[in-house]
T-cell receptor
Framework: GDSVTQMEGPVTLSEEAFLTINCTYT??????LFWYVQYPGEGLQLLLK?????DKGSNKGFEATYRKETTSFHLEKGSVQVSDSAVYFC????????????FGSGTRLQVQP | EAQVTQNPRYLITVTGKKLTVTCSQNMNHEYMSWYRQDPGLGLRQIYY???????DKGDVPEGYKVSRKEKRNFPLILESPSPNQTSLYFCASSHRGGAETQYFGPGTRLLVL
């Protein structure tokens, strides 16, 4: 079945540091890929997505590129801020069936001033 | 304001005492689902609904029931809760699921003693 693997956290960075959170996936066909973010005490919200190979999703300075050859969708940001502290989830959605999202285990990011 | 609401936000109960967690969305979405979030496991889908009176099992349906009598509401029912159902629960909705952006409620933290 479908699965998503994310790097273990927590990731602790200083403000203005470069961020990479790795995400790889296993799926049949060509799924859509997502990054969702969960701020403390809140529900998840979509950060960015890509629906086909080589697409780049971007939002709020975050970027991720859909790499079919390496089955990856790594999240990057050039300069993190304290307000980026949150839990980040990589997810995929298959093309058929129950249309659910399959999530990774989440990576907690802590940004220190 | 477009939103998904859940009630209650926090609940402590005892084994075997039936409970219902409500979920409501105001975006006229057809697709709704319930997820549970557990440490190290990410989010896993419990049940989903593609439209009124159409529901089906997700990855972890045991011990749960749902109903979809109206488009906006999708309650989650635990008829005889057990301690292994202690978790953080999220309701989500979108127009048709899959690759579309899913909107999440704020979560319900449940403790079963």
């Amino acid at each position: 079945g479908d699965s998503v693997t994310q790097m273990e956290g927590p990731v602790t960075l200083s403000e203005e540091a470069f961020l990479t959170i790795n995400c790889t996936y296993t799926a049949t066909g060509y799924p859509s890929l997502f990054w969702y973010v969960q701020y403390p005490g809140e529900g998840l919200q979509l950060l960015l997505k890509a629906t086909k190979a080589d697409d780049k999703g971007s939002n709020k300075g975050f970027e991720a590129t859909y790499r079919k050859e390496t089955t990856s969708f790594h999240l990057e940001k050039g300069s993190v801020q304290v307000s980026d502290s949150a839990v980040y989830f990589c997810a995929l959605s298959g093309i058929a069936g129950r249309r659910a999202l399959t999530f990774g285990s989440g990576t907690r990011l802590q940004v220190q001033p | 304001e477009a939103q998904v609401t859940q009630n209650p936000r926090y609940l402590i109960t005892v084994t075997g005492k039936k409970l219902t967690v409500t979920c409501s969305q105001n975006m006229n979405h057809e697709y709704m689902s319930w997820y549970r979030q557990d440490p190290g496991l990410g989010l896993r889908q419990i049940y989903y609904s593609m439209n009124v009176e159409v529901t089906d099992k997700g990855d972890v349906p045991e011990g749960y029931k749902v109903s979809r009598k109206e488009k906006r509401n999708f309650p989650l029912i635990l008829e005889s809760p057990s301690p292994n159902q202690t978790s953080l629960y999220f309701c989500a909705s979108s127009h048709r699921g899959g690759a579309e952006t899913q909107y999440f409620g704020p979560g319900t933290r449940l403790l079963v003693l």
